[in-house]
């Protein structure tokens, strides 16, 4: 495999603090088996000082779910990218789709977070997708062009391993309905064309670009196999320490596959 692959979870609204303690000391002895893959967890805000203080010194590496581009000021009910480091977070959910559509970001915050990011010298985690009428209508690429094309503009010299894409469906979020694995290999195959096109092929080829929707242990070998996935971000089936065990699993396998 020529990158590294990455496993991250994604909480969303989901844990009390307590929760998140039982959750990060069952997965901290399990990530460190797994020597070949990054495994990330996205957690609420507030959970993330506990997540982020477990965490340091280990294999995981502790995530946000979001953040805000300014570092300080008026901006009531947000956290910063400052806030994020001082509390162990290495890593960031940008762009996610529910943030998109039940909280209005637009592309061009979407990119403003994705640079503030690299620049504080956290790994944002961009999401793209489209919806499913979007798909039907055959705008599939129009709308993750776009998406993707937006960030670019504004990452400057960032190098491919400052940053992770996650291609993310928005059919396939939540609905147990993923795609096929020939639907994940070609949206991210393209992403990656683009992303060679616009920024050059050492960032391309060091990039790590994400399947996103419905990944559960059932499906994800045969996902993690297609050539340019590197790894996926998993909702639902990140809630349970074991089933989140067995896709970190699926991707040390699928290292060890290529390598073979
Ligand atoms: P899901 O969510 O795995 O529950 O489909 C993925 C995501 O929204 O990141």
Redesign the pocket.
Known sequence: MARRPMMAA?WKMNKTVREAQEYTAGLLPRASDAKEVDVAICVPFTSLHEVGRMAENSAVIAGAQNFYYEDSGAYTGEVSAPMLLDVGARAVIVG?SERREVFGETDEMVARKAKRAVEADILPIVCVGETKEERDAGRMWEKVSGQVGQVVDELDDAGGESVVFAY?PIW???TGDTATSEDAQDAIGRIRELLGETKGDGFAGSVRILY????KPENAAEIMAQEDVDGA?????SLEVESFVELVGAAQNAVAQTDE
């Open positions: 994604n996610h993310e396939a979020i939540g996103g929707g419905s990944v971000l998993v909702g639902g089936a």
